[in-house]
């Protein structure tokens, strides 16, 4: 087996506070293989995010890493100098955030922003450096490009700068794309497109794009596999078709039967009762127990850990066929 | 562009028009004009012929058309205390004032960025808790307060320092300046500190907070994000960013500082406009007063308007929606 | 994150107050006492502003003489330097000035002066501009477009013109000689004058932002008159803002009145405030009775500045944000 582009294990983050401690991750580990788009969804707040952002290392005091390990191709970045991760930001793995409005410096020209980008990142001339710019827009689908690469991000479109943006992510040829939340912000009818691209560009360049979205819809069309976040946990991972057609954990399975279909117009949508947890109150056990329908006494007291079970992982007592046993085993 | 520099200078010469209604008020309602102008023992007959010369039997709004004709000419009429036309006493004073204003706002916009700069991005170290403390002192201590320190440290104590007055000056056509001559120099340093000294202090608060803004914007979280360097984040995204309020909020301010140079035109005894107002306002000579409000007020007007329009120079965002104004 | 801490509660509200003690068990347990306790500063800032404000109160009766009669002033006790210096003499700690008048009376009541001018100036300023505000936010339309107006023309004039001006024309119209107390009123409503405007801003905005939510709305359906839904609900929200302006406000209106009375337009000899025994200090400089002009002016900015790092604080405390 070749090694994963990235591989997190038992990451934990937490934030300070003053009252207490709170632990935003909570051992989550994953791979995402070169090529591989794995989907990762979940409620506001069950930690898609910060786990983004902790892999790209970009989390800000009062939050830190508190454990776990964080491998891009095999090296460890999660304990790297500040000035080391930064070569690796924007070079080796590129992110692209929720709002296209906020995220391009309104101030400058979206060229000078690609070019510096290109040119802290590779060896380039200023005029190779905006040749290869005008070619990115090209490639995002930026319409005549040499003309608009001197324009300011309010000339844009929201879908447009979102288009710049992942130009911006992708100019130095990462091996891993971060998109958090890349199309929530965007009209309905430009969504599609822009996940088309990301998948296109992951395609074509064979980039590993972890897509954050609390969208499944978005996971379904463009994921290979797809993580279940609850409450800064990993609830279920496994291969994109199984995992919708056949959710193992009870939370997975109240998400997907959220989801309308065109096919069953007959059946009501299903709801979750209640709320996820605050950091603040999560309950011992499993976090979801108070919220589960099958839930028995071992829920409220032993925290499931995620184990092999088919195509899948999954992190609950339901499916732990050999109980007390630590058979701990991630899905690869 | 065309269309929103008009809106503003018509917003601008309303105001103006605002001020003058004020201007002239004080003039023609605060104050007999004529008791300033006869003695206590002249007959009524000879007031009554000296308030008809002044136009004072005239219907108000004659009046004011007039004060205002005036005005638009620089005619303030006569100092009750120097008897002479104002206009010639506020021109002779006003390039005192515009030095002294002037290098005190480049003292403080010079300091006030590299500090407010330089507190945001190291946020706890022993200089910016340096800096803190003098911003706090800055806004804390009266200007006065500052140049009595100053008089008494420099002047008393050292004597290194001309403790009042503008030293020698040099006159060019109307204008006199003391920026050519070392006396000139050595007597500008101390009330340009003075007053500088608040001015910086709230453009080293602005900066800062300004700064700390702008650190937490996605664009910058974005920048960082893409793995540009810190110096490249800090020195040309939030720094630019920065800037652009800063810059406005300090030209507006150079208005202030005319206005605040009463207060240290009086402490070192500098023959400004201030000390000149001042000195008005203690022997209640209303013509120097109404004058004094509407020059300061054009001076205000006319900064305000500037730098609303290079403001839309600056950001780009505004050039192309100036139909719009912010 | 930030949801995990609890509310701001700066005051007592229906929610907090039904028991005495749990409103203060909330209050001790609040992140306003907790800042106030972690800041050393502002511990001794507070401190230090009422000691300020007891010193004033208790004036004539830790005072050696009183400042403001003259047949208690001896011209043969004039320019005695401090108790500790060589020609020091009791009962003058800090010596006395030009008139026998000894520093630290003078300063005690001047120091009243000072803050009598200061509180009144900003509660005057505050009444304005809250009402201002509130008849701006509330019936909105050319009223509200008016006051705006006069909110933005005053805003470009800094205080310290306003108040000289105002002062200038009330000399005028009431004649040169006015009674020591007649200046006093004058003093306090240029500060009234020059400082409304921030109240007015800050009101009318709540009050924009409050009038057109459902509550208010639903209020009106089930009867109750407009007016009292903006003084019971939309009022005490901005609360917290106002305190923080009047606080930073209360400094500014001392220094103002200080700088007005140094400047000669403001409290007469006869009934100096600091800002006077500063002017009158000033001339004494030269001749190296630094006393005479020190002690006002370090007591002067030991208050603006204490009060200051109170206003700093509460800004903070209240505006998390910030931190």
Known sequence: MTVPVLSVRNLEVEFLTRRSTLRAINGVSFDIAKGEVLGVVGE?????????????????????????????????????????????????????????????????????????????????????????????????????????IDAYPHEFSGGMRQRVVIALAICAEPELIIADEPTTALDVSVQAQIISLIKRLGRDHGTAVMLVTHDMGVIAETSDRVAVMYSG?????????????????????GLMGAIPTLAGEDKRLVQIPGSMPRLSAIPPGCSFNPRCAFAFDRCRVDRPEPLKHGSHAVACHLFDTAPGEAAKETAA | MLAFTLRRAIQAIGVMIAVGVIAFSMFRFAGDPVNQIVSLDTPAAEREAVRKSLGLDDPVPVQFARYFGNAVQFKFGVSYQFRQPVSNLLMERMPATLELAACATVLAMVFGILMGVYSALRRDTILTKFFQAVSLIGISLPTFLIGILLIYLFSVTLGWLPSFGRGD??????????????????????????????????????????????????????????????????????????????????????????????????????PGMGLLFVQAVQNVDIPIMAAYLLMVSLIFVTINLVVDILYTIVDPRLRSTISRPA | ??????????????????????????????????????????????????????????????????????????????????????????????????????????????????????????????????????????????????????????????????????????????????????????LVVAIGLSF???????????????????????????????????????????????????????????????????????????????????????????????WIVAF????????????????????????????
Do not use: C
């Open chain 1, 44 to 148: 506001s707040g069950a930690g898609k995010s910060v786990t983004g952002l902790a892999v790209i290392g970009l989390i800000d005091p009062p939050g830190r890493i508190a454990s776990g390990e964080i491998y891009l191709s095999g090296t460890r970045i999660d304990h790297l100098p500040p000035e080391e991760i930064r070569r690796i930001r924007g070079k080796r793995i590129g992110m692209i955030f929720q709002d296209p409005l906020t995220s391009l410096n309104p101030l400058y020209r979206i060229g000078d922003q690609i070019v510096e980008t290109i040119r802290t990142h590779m060896n380039l001339s200023e005029t190779a450096a905006r040749k290869r710019a005008i070619d990115l827009l090209a490639e995002v689908g930026i319409p005549a490009p040499e003309k608009r």
């Open chain 3, 1 to 186: 994150m930030s949801d995990a801490v609890v509310p701001h509660r700066l005051e007592p509200n229906a929610q907090a107050s039904r028991s005495g003690t749990g409103w203060l068990k909330r209050a001790l347990d609040s992140d306003i006492f907790y800042s106030f306790r972690r800041s050393r500063m502002t511990m001794v800032a507070a401190a230090v502003t009422i000691l300020f404000f007891l010193l004033a109160i208790f004036a004539s009766q830790l005072s050696v003489q009183n400042p403001f009669d003259p047949a208690q002033l001896q011209l043969m006790n004039s320019r005695i330097s401090p108790l500790w210096t060589a020609e020091g003499q009791s009962p003058f700690l800090l010596g006395t000035d030009e008139q026998g008048r000894d520093v630290f009376s003078a300063i005690l009541y001047g120091l009243r002066i000072s803050l009598v001018v200061g509180v009144l100036g900003v509660v005057l300023a505050g009444t304005l501009g809250i009402t201002l505000g509130l008849i701006a936010g509330y019936f909105g339309g050319t009223i509200d477009g008016l006051i705006l107006r006069i909110a933005d023309v005053q805003l470009t004039f800094p205080a310290i013109l306003i108040a000289l001006l105002v002062n200038g024309v009330a000399k005028s119209v009431f004649g040169n000689r006015l009674d020591a107390m007649s200046t006093l009123a004058v």
């Open chain 3, 196 to 290: 409304w405007v921030q109240y007015a801003r800050t009101v009318r905005g709540s009050v924009m932002v409050e009038k057109n939510k459902d509550y208010v709305a639903a209020a009106q359906l089930i009867g109750l008159p407009a007016p009292k839904i903006i003084f019971r609900h939309v009022l005490p929200n901005t609360m917290g803002p106002i305190l923080v302006i009047a606080t930073i406000n209360l400094a500014l209106a001392i220094i103002t009145e200080a700088t007005l009375s140094f400047l000669g337009a403001g409290m007469p000899d006869t009934m100096p405030s600091l800002g006077t025994l500063i002017r009158i200090g000033n001339n004494y400089l030269f001749a190296g009775e630094w």
């Open chain 1, 233 to 253: 946990r990993i609830a279920e991972i496994g291969p994109v078709q199984d995992v919708v057609q056949n959710p193992l954990h009870p939370y997975a399975k």
């Open chain 3, 296 to 323: 006002p002016g370090i007591a002067l900015a030991g208050l603006i500045l204490s009060i200051n790092l109170l206003g700093d604080w509460l800004r903070d405390a209240l505006n998390p944000k910030l931190r």
């Open chain 2, 169 to 270: 000056v040099v006159r060019i056509g109307w204008w006199t300046t003391g920026l050519l001559t070392l006396s000139g120099l050595k007597a500008l340093i101390m009330p340009s500190i003075t007053l500088g000294l608040f001015q910086m202090t709230l453009i080293m608060r602005l900066v800062r907070a300004e700064m700390l803004e702008v650190l937490r914007t996605d664009y910058i979280r974005f920048a960082r994000a893409r793995g540009l360097t810190t110096r490249a984040i800090h020195f040309g995204h939030a720094l630019k960013n920065t800037l652009v309020p800063v810059i406005t909020v300090a030209g507006l301010q150079f208005g202030s500082v005319i206005a605040f140079a009463i207060i240290t035109e009086t402490v070192f005894q500098w």
